[in-house]
């Protein structure tokens, strides 16, 4: 059954942009209507690779309008939320399985003005995040281990999200639920049926095609979920 008031967003990761024309990049996916973007902020300890920080968040602020997503996939995230909305942030998205007290973790992003938001690697049961699902905005459900862009979708996601859909709804909640990792045009249409809202995507927005004809592809799925036709689709061109 489709849901009321249903809307879906992509949110381009940054992490797959060519650094050599970030702004105009952002800019595009902007125009192009990618309501978010997606920012994967990388630690080199809770995941193997170290990727960007404070710095760039608040050069980029100023050319883009978007809801910028920020994907702390860092050890104690806690230390750094002030500063990363300080810079930027909308929404602060930390790992479960990084925080000491994610209760905390919650407060502090909601005292800082921003919208929090909670992920969970595909190896951790969801059951760990539904006590929390009440008191924050978004879910992340990876799907890929977190650390590299361009991995393949990890196909028994489609059962987690779907899984979440359903707590989600059975208990009136409104949260959101975003996935990310190996997310493209070829599996949008599944992974909306699944149940997901915001779909985070890298490789599938910033590389072979131009920017904005990979989003437009994204949003003819949208506009078909929204008016009930994707099923029977399967993303071919
Ligand atoms: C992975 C990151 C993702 C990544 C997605 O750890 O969280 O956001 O950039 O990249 P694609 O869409 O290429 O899988
Ligand atoms: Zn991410």
Known sequence: ???LNRMYILAPSLLAADFTKLGEQIKETESAGAQYLHIDVMDGVFVPSISFGMPLIQSIRPASGQFFDVHLMIVDPEKYIEEFVRCGADGI?????AAKDPWAVINKIHQ?????GISIKPGT???????YLSQIEMVLIMSVEP?????TFIPKSYERIRRMREYIDANGLCVKIEVDGGVGKKNIREVMRAGGDVFVAGSGVFRKNSISHNISKFREAFEEGLTGSTDGKNGKE
């Open 93 to 97: 998205t930390f790992h479960l399985e």
């Open 125 to 131: 049961a969801l059951e760990q995040v539904f006590p």
């Open 1 to 3: 059954m489709e849901r």
């Open 147 to 151: 650390g590299f862009g361009g991995q």
């Open 112 to 116: 800082c003005g921003a919208k929090a």
